[in-house]
């Protein structure tokens, strides 16, 4: 069961990785021509990402949320056992980075669904850049993490 949510969350993971990236590069200034493969990536229209991200967002902190019972029984004890404390340090800061990013999930949403302004510009681009780095940060923290407990059984 602990492996079909484990494979479950990663795939979700992933899903949410290329809904922000796309979002997130979207927001940023467009120095290169659509014709190139960097321009048509970040020429996605944004606003439609933002339900998207926020299901995800959230669907993918519950299965977290399923999956951290069996990480504090068999993976912390065996981390700390390996004296690997930058793990499970890096694991701490992931769980504040998820639980700040689903408190800043009401003003993303506030502010992809009012009308463009000039500062709502500033607010959608910090915010997504925000919620961008909190998956990245996410999604590399644990597929490592994942990695090492598989290396030592």
């Given at each position: 069961m602990v492996t079909t949510i484990l494979i479950l969350h990663g795939l979700l993971a992933v899903a949410l990785l290329g809904a922000i990236t796309h979002q997130a590069l979207s927001t940023t200034r467009r120095t290169s021509p659509?014709?190139?493969f960097v321009g048509r990536f970040?020429?996605?229209?944004?606003?439609?990402?933002?339900?998207?991200v926020i299901v995800?967002?959230?669907?993918?902190?519950?299965?977290?949320?399923?999956?951290?019972?069996?990480?504090?029984?068999?993976?912390?004890?065996?981390?700390?056992?390996?004296?690997?404390?930058?793990?499970?340090?890096?694991?701490?800061?992931?769980e504040h980075l998820a639980a700040i990013g689903l408190g800043l999930l009401p003003a993303y949403?506030?502010?992809?669904?009012?009308?463009?302004?000039?500062?709502?510009?500033?607010?959608?681009?910090y915010l997504t850049c925000i919620l961008a780095f909190v998956v990245w940060w996410n999604f590399l923290?644990?597929?490592?993490?994942?990695?090492?407990?598989g290396l030592f059984p």
């Open positions: 659509v014709s190139s970040r020429s996605v229209e944004a606003a439609g990402y933002t339900n998207a995800l967002f959230v669907v993918t902190s519950v299965f977290g949320a399923l999956l951290y019972p069996p990480y504090r029984l068999d993976v912390r004890p065996t981390l700390e056992d390996l004296d690997m404390r930058a793990a499970n340090g890096v694991f701490e800061i992931k949403w506030v502010f992809w669904r009012t009308p463009l302004t000039a500062d709502g510009m500033v607010a959608r681009r923290v644990g597929h490592v993490l994942n990695n090492i407990r």
